[in-house]
């Protein structure tokens, strides 16, 4: 591994992209501790305290604390993935952006890409203005504004500085998508949740050493934990493989075709971004509930409570139905069967055309219910088990799965990216 990184490292271009994405994650990690002005930090802290294993305490955690601290990134990558999730759904509800989408080339998705940061900005006003109208409700009980925050001036300075951000934060991750390692996006997600792993690993020692839970519980925690990231690996790199044979041609005195191959279909295809999606949608009641004035501790948010019973059913199927959204955008059963037509290629059993673009059709559907059922379970287990025991909710473990899940997910897309530049230039890499 270490001769990898340096073989890693002596290629130019591949070092230049790699310290180009340590520089932007260093920016994002400087922007996470920048605070927005008229807001008292130190009561914020302290109100998320008592709303951790809440929606708000997800919301903190995937921007790595900046949410509790009210930084200027406080909202994270949240209002771009939402105005990702929303363009992309009306890509095939309307037919006039589907067609700017697949049929107008490399320009079409400069525009699609342009809508959705503008979409990110209005969303991120949204949440901005939601955010201010939580701590204008909450300011009474935990003195969360400073008296020249109750101003108009002050308002519009808090909610602009939010959007702003966002606006910030989305640039800085097409700036690593386009000339770093890695999807942008997905990395500054990673170090958000990283950023809180020694904060968290600390706080579980000492509750062990309070006495709040019993050490047996936090090593069975561990464990657990690690049993997740192997078994993450492990249906990684998982793929169900469809036989493929070319049949025989001769072109003036040579055959072609005539060998026998696999048509590769991985069983988690779309990665981490039903996780992703579907944790954003999930929080959506929390946003509504801030915009429209309610308590973070009303009946309608302890519904919609992290480590309730009822937010884990939502969360399951949000997962299920995001996994077959993103397979059916990554993978077209008709083009690949046309593919395989146009080629000389057949599934053995099968005829070439719409016999075997149906057959390929279910087998995706069969091999992405399996990969949704996987991340929708290492995703709900630890809400389940916060839902039922108290000490295991107190531990903040109802957040752990999707973390993990985000966190090993995000990993392995990068070493895998690295490993295509890697052996672009011949050099031996991670894998092998």
């Not at 998705?109 to 940061?117: D, E, G, L, S």
């Not at 409700?137 to 109750?150: D, F, K, Q, R, V």
């Not at 509750?207 to 249906?235: H, K, R, T």
């Amino acid at each position: 591994m270490i001769q990898t990184f340096r073989n890693a490292w002596k290629i130019d271009e591949l070092r230049k992209k790699i310290i180009f994405t340590l520089f932007i994650l260093l920016l994002y990690r400087l922007g996470n501790a920048i605070p927005v002005p008229y807001v008292n930090a130190a009561s914020l802290s302290s109100y998320f305290v008592t709303v951790q294993n809440t929606v708000l305490g997800l919301f903190n955690t995937m921007s790595g604390g900046a949410f509790a601290q009210a930084t200027i990134f406080a909202l994270s990558i949240q209002p771009y993935i939402n105005a990702s999730i929303i363009i992309q759904l009306l890509c095939i509800a309307i037919p006039a952006l589907e067609r700017m989408s697949k049929d107008e080339g490399e320009e079409g998705k400069k525009k699609i890409a342009a809508i959705t940061r503008y979409s990110t900005v209005g969303i991120g006003l949204l949440q901005g203005f939601a955010y201010y109208m939580m701590l204008r409700n909450n300011s009474a009980a935990y003195g969360i504004l400073n008296e020249t925050g109750m101003t108009v001036l002050g308002g519009i300075v808090i909610v602009l500085t939010f959007t702003a951000g966002s606006a910030l934060v989305m640039w800085l991750g097409e700036q690593i998508t386009e000339y770093g390692i890695g999807n942008g996006i997905s990395m500054l997600l990673f170090a958000g949740i990283v950023s809180r792993f020694p904060s968290g690993i600390r706080n579980l020692v000492a509750q062990a050493v309070n006495g709040s839970i019993n050490w047996v519980a936090v090593i069975l925690m561990l464990l657990g934990a690690l049993c997740m990231v192997v078994l993450i690996i492990f249906i990684n790199d998982s793929e169900r493989r469809i036989s493929v044979q070319y049949s025989k041609r001769v072109v003036g005195r040579k055959q072609y075709g005539g060998q026998s191959t696999h048509l590769p279909m991985k069983v988690n295809m779309s990665g981490v971004m039903p996780i992703i999606f579907a944790q954003s949608i999930a929080s959506l009641p929390a946003t509504l509930n801030m915009l429209f004035g309610g308590r973070s501790d009303s009946g309608f948010m302890k519904v919609f409570d992290s480590g309730t019973i009822t937010y884990a059913i939502i969360y399951f199927v949000l997962i299920l139905f995001f996994a077959y959204f993103y397979a059916t955008i990554q993978f077209n059963p008709i083009e690949v069967a046309n593919n395989l037509k146009k080629s000389g290629g057949f599934i053995p059993g099968y005829r070439a055309g719409k016999p075997t673009s149906e057959f390929i059709q279910r087998v995706l559907n069969k091999v992405t219910l399996f990969g949704a059922l996987y991340l929708s379970i290492i995703a709900c287990v630890p809400i389940i088990i916060s839902a039922i025991s108290p000490a295991a909710k107190a531990t903040g473990i109802s957040l752990g799965g999707t973390s993990i899940i985000i966190v090993v997910g995000v990993a392995l897309e990068t070493v895998q990216a690295l490993e295509q530049q890697m052996l672009m230039r011949n050099y031996k890499g991670f894998l092998d």
